[in-house]
């Protein structure tokens, strides 16, 4: 299937070892190579598909502009379109001319055959392009928006607070239903602007809405405040929880699907002084299939974690803010060592990604089923690899150190702001020095910064301001491909769109081992593997920063924010 694209090796567009890593990574996470090349960063997506066309003898359409009329988009269903990745972009005679981005994809050109009875002509574009073009023409035609939903609720006169009323409302299961609606169309939208937070929060006058979208919190129209109770009782329904209970936090799952697509939605609800607040974290199960390789190391680094999750026993631990990353780090190892001849067991608080072949188990403190005692007994089912989800008191980190002293790997997490600032946080704990100091294989930190905007980014020179504070040589002033983002459509105007992570590892050697074993400061540490050639969170970000991933206002960000 996949054998033009040797095309791009034969005319020096790629190597052939990156498009042997694209086929592994295809296969590791159940993509197409085509997509790994995209997903990879070693063809672009125009590019690939202008060749994919032409291999296939099938036109190329441009769809970034293109307005397609409303007597074409209305021939196939927006479910149809999102679902299949297909959009009409013309008619020429009887025939129906339909973009997509795989045209052997059979079973989909017969569904259209038989829903349009008429014949289809198939053109080709790239799979953004066509998302992008859906999210375009249906959002005028078929779909609203939540703030158009809002403001349509503003008008109306419902009383929502009678609380029967309120109750039979959300537990209707008619999709037409207002509320229901309401709730769909927030997640739906959250889900579309790549939000990995929804937040609904009360006060005295209204409701406000606020996605959470590459780490920064964007507000939505406000709904009326006499939605709230309907609006709390429908995403409770959905999460499987109690509507009559107002008092107590709760916590539940809601499972959707977009398109092809599965998200599982971590519900939570917090009584406050004006109502219930709820956030509900939504969890691509994708994004943990991302592959060690696109988690942003730089070659060295990705060299020693390589080396570092293949050892037989010790201890690795990862570090950061909650939403820093970790668990996609752990999650990407553990799929990497995921094979028939391991056995790996996880202790988690919650478990918030299934992944199959694992053995995963839940931290219930009702029932006094916490971290120590999950490890206790994961190590009579014989364990290769161990995750313990975050090491928070010194019961936890003893036996976590325990286990990779028998000869277990161990992965966790700790809240520290840097790596060596973990050797320090598990000694304050509690945890015996020399244990710390015999059993630590490595300890990585780590942060997202955003990525510039592919679609608006232009290139600048640092400013003498930015020179001055990274201390820039002029070398590097000359050297960096430095960029920043205008702000467009395609980003909300914030001249950002998605994140990358960046790291800092420092390994274990003799000498920090001592350290170590001698109770030493954190900044004495820090300096000492400085001094083996450990690059710090700002100085990898700085690195993004000149190959024109992030921009220097990013990195910045993070300096200033003490990390």
């Known amino acids: 299937m996949a054998d ?3 095309r791009f090796v034969d005319d020096g567009t790629i190597g052939e070892d990156q498009l042997e890593e694209a086929r592994e990574m295809a296969a590791s996470i159940g993509i197409t190579v085509e997509d790994a090349l995209v997903r990879l960063g070693y063809i672009q997506s125009s590019d690939l598909g202008r060749a994919q066309a032409e291999h296939f003898g099938h036109e190329f359409v441009d769809l970034e502009g293109r307005q397609i009329p409303n007597s074409v988009i209305e021939l196939v269903t927006e479910s149809m379109a999102r679902e299949n990745l297909v959009i009409p972009v013309d008619v020429d005679g009887d025939a129906v001319v339909i973009a997509m981005h795989n045209p052997n994809n059979i079973d989909v050109l017969d569904k259209l055959r038989f829903m349009l009875d008429r014949e289809i002509r198939v053109v080709m574009a790239p799979m953004e392009s066509i998302q992008g073009a859906i999210n375009r023409h249906y959002g005028q035609t078929e779909t609203e928006s939540v703030d158009t939903m809002i403001s349509d609720f503003t008008e109306t006169q419902i009383d929502f607070t009678d609380v029967e009323a309120t109750q039979a409302l959300a537990g209707d299961e008619d999709d037409s239903a207002p509320i229901i609606r309401l709730a ?14 929804i937040h609904i929060e009360p006060f005295e006058d209204r409701i406000r809405i606020r996605y959470r979208i ?30 009559a209970e107002k008092r107590r936090t709760q916590d539940g799952r809601i499972k959707h699907r977009m398109g092809s697509k599965e998200f599982d939605l971590r519900v939570s609800i917090l009584p406050t002084n004006h109502g219930q607040a709820i956030v509900m974290r939504i969890l691509d199960r994708d994004s943990i299939k991302i592959g060690i390789r696109n988690l942003g190391f730089s070659e ?19 570090t950061g803010p909650t939403g820093s990353g970790k668990t996609t780090t752990l999650y990407s190892a553990l799929g990497e ?16 990604y299934y992944l199959p072949g694992i053995n995963q188990v839940e931290v219930k403190h009702s029932i006094g089923l916490d971290f120590a005692r999950i490890i206790k007994a994961m190590l009579r089912q014989a364990p290769n690899v161990i995750l313990v989800g975050e090491i928070r008191d010194t019961e936890t980190g003893e036996m976590a150190i325990q286990a990779s002293l028998t000869g277990h790997l161990v992965f966790s997490t700790l809240h520290t702001n840097d790596a060596p600032g ?22 990585m930190a780590q942060r997202l910064v955003r990525v510039v905007c592919e679609k608006c980014r232009e290139p600048y020179q640092p400013s003498p301001e930015e020179i001055e504070f990274f201390d820039l040589t002029p070398e590097e002033v000359e050297e960096g491909n430095w960029v920043r983002g205008r702000g467009c459509n395609a980003c909300q105007h914030t001249g950002y769109k998605g994140r990358r992570a960046v790291f800092e590892l420092m390994t274990m050697n003799s000498t920090l081992r001592e350290m170590a074993f001698n109770s030493e400061p954190a900044q004495n540490i820090r300096r000492q593997a400085r001094l083996f050639g450990m690059k710090t969170l ?24 003490g990390h």
Do not use: H
Not at 184 to 197: F, K, T, V, Y
Not at 337 to 352: C, F, G, S, Y
């Open 184 to 197: 769909n169309l927030i997640i739906a939208e959250a889900m579309q602007m790549r939000a990995s937070d």
């Open 538 to 561: 700002v100085d990898d970000a700085k690195d993004k920063a000149m190959q024109g991933i992030t921009s220097l206002a990013e990195v910045q960000k993070l300096a200033k924010g």
């Open 214 to 243: 590459d780490g920064v919190l964007i507000e939505r129209d406000s709904p009326p405040k006499r939605l709230l109770a309907a609006l709390v009782s429908r995403f409770k329904i959905m999460a499987n929880m109690d509507i």
């Open 300 to 318: 060295d680094n990705y060299r020693t974690f390589q080396n570092i999750i293949r050892r037989p026993n010790g201890i690795f631990l990862v």
């Open 337 to 352: 060592l995921n094979r028939p001849d391991r056995k790996i067991i996880t202790a988690e608080d919650p478990v918030e």
């Open 422 to 443: 973990a050797i320090t946080r598990l000694i304050d704990m509690g945890v015996q020095p020399f244990l710390v100091a015999c059993s630590l294989m490595a300890v």
């Open 4 to 6: 033009w694209l040797q």
